[in-house]
């Protein structure tokens, strides 16, 4: 069993007026030392497989197929096996 | 300058029907290997700070007083320092 923490948010390019809404609530909190903020989706996702580079290729083709748009979003992808310790990361995700 | 990666999630014994909703159209589009799907916030937040424990405190204090309702939703915090590599995490974030 491997989990996957799947974060995606819009690239950097492109406009996100809900960042923006973020950010400027914080500061009216008094978090003036916050000088940006992004805002995404997360899924996280319990795949029933051993290997980590079929889960990784899966993973990537639910994120391409549905999870993100690619047009303007990009996506990352952390890895953690379950017969491990459940907050040990065993590799890093990839961006796209 | 710090960057944080913070996921939010409903906490294990909430309903999660956006969950249920991806991981029946993943398996519809062939991916049966998926067990659990949960959906959740993503927010990337670059903090004017150098001490990892101070921007670890006022994270907290965000996400409790704005970014997650903790009365259903845990956070997660993830920090990378920018004057190292971007993609080098330097702690693990805490649940709550």
Partial sequence: MIRAHITVSLKE???DPQGKA???AL???GHGTVKRVRVGRYFDVTL???DVEAA???LRDMCEA???NTVIERYEIRL???AQART???TEGGMA
């Fill in 48 to 50: 029933d497989e051993s």
């Fill in 27 to 29: 500061a009216s909190l």
């Fill in 80 to 82: 953690e096996s379950l």
């Fill in 13 to 15: 390019d492109v406009m």
């Fill in 56 to 58: 990784r290729a899966k």
């Fill in 22 to 24: 973020v950010h400027e």
């Fill in 66 to 68: 549905l999870l993100a």
């Fill in 88 to 90: 040990a990361p065993i």
